[in-house]
C-alpha cells in the first residue's frame, strides 16, 4: 500500500443504507489511519432515515454522508482506493469500474436492512444488526497488520473476513 491514510469504498446498489454505514463506521473506528467512502451503481438519492437515526443514537459522524453514484469515483481527481469493499450482493455481482490504483477488493454482503418490513422496531432492528455485522467486520479489517502484508494475503484476509462474519 502506497500511503499512510487508506482510502477504502463501500459499494451498494442503493447507496442508502449500508455502505453509508460502513462509510460512518470505518471512519469514526479508522481514527484518521483510514478515509472512508460510499457509492451505489443505482444510488437511491438520500440516505435512508433509519441509518442515520442508527448513527446518531451511535453518536457517529452523519454530516457530509450522502447517496451517490460510484461513478464520482471513477472521475479524474477522484481519491484513489486502496480498498473496495461491496456489501450487498447486488454490487457484487455487477460489473464494477476499472479502479484507479488497483485497489484490494472483497465482498462483505450483508442482508439488507431497508428491505425488512414489520413493525418501526423490527425495521430498527434490521439495521442495528446490520451495523453491528459491518462493525465486526471493520474492527478485524482494522486489526490486520496491513503495511506488513502483501497484496495477496491482504486479498485472502479482507474476503475472508466477508465469509465468516
Same mark, same amino acid.
Given at each position: ?14 447507496? +442508502?443504507? #449500508? %455502505?453509508? *454505514? ?5 471512519? @469514526? ?12 451503481? &443505482?444510488p437511491k438519492?438520500?440516505? @435512508? =432515515? *433509519? ?9 457517529? #459522524?452523519? %454530516?457530509?454522508?450522502?447517496?451517490? +453514484?460510484?461513478?464520482?469515483?471513477? /472521475?479524474?481527481?477522484? =481519491? ?14 455487477? $460489473? ?10 472483497? @465482498?462483505?454482503?450483508?442482508? !439488507?436492512?431497508?428491505?425488512?418490513e414489520g413493525? $418501526? ?5 434490521? &439495521? !442495528?444488526? $446490520? ?12 486489526? *490486520? ?5 502483501? /497484496?495477496?494475503? *491482504? ?11
Amino acid at each position: 500500500m502506497s500511503n499512510n491514510v487508506y482510502n477504502v469504498l463501500f459499494l451498494c446498489t442503493g447507496n +442508502s443504507a #449500508r %455502505s453509508i *454505514l460502513a462509510e460512518a463506521l470505518l471512519d @469514526h473506528w479508522g481514527k484518521g489511519r483510514f478515509k472512508a467512502y460510499s457509492g451505489g451503481s &443505482f444510488p437511491k438519492g438520500a440516505v @435512508h =432515515p *433509519l441509518a442515520l437515526e442508527l448513527l446518531e443514537r451511535r453518536r457517529l #459522524r452523519t %454530516s457530509g454522508l450522502y447517496s451517490k +453514484s460510484w461513478e464520482e469515483f471513477t /472521475r479524474p481527481g477522484a =481519491p484513489v482506493m486502496d480498498f473496495v469493499f461491496t456489501v450487498c450482493d447486488e454490487a457484487a455481482g455487477e $460489473a464494477c469500474p476499472l479502479w484507479p490504483g488497483n485497489p484490494v477488493t472483497a @465482498h462483505w454482503g450483508v442482508p !439488507d436492512p431497508a428491505a425488512v418490513e414489520g413493525t $418501526a422496531e423490527e425495521r430498527r432492528q434490521a &439495521f !442495528d444488526n $446490520a451495523c453491528r455485522r459491518l462493525e465486526t467486520r471493520i474492527k478485524l479489517f482494522l486489526a *490486520l497488520p496491513i503495511d506488513k502484508l502483501d /497484496r495477496l494475503s *491482504l486479498k485472502r484476509r479482507a474476503d475472508a473476513l466477508g465469509r465468516r462474519l
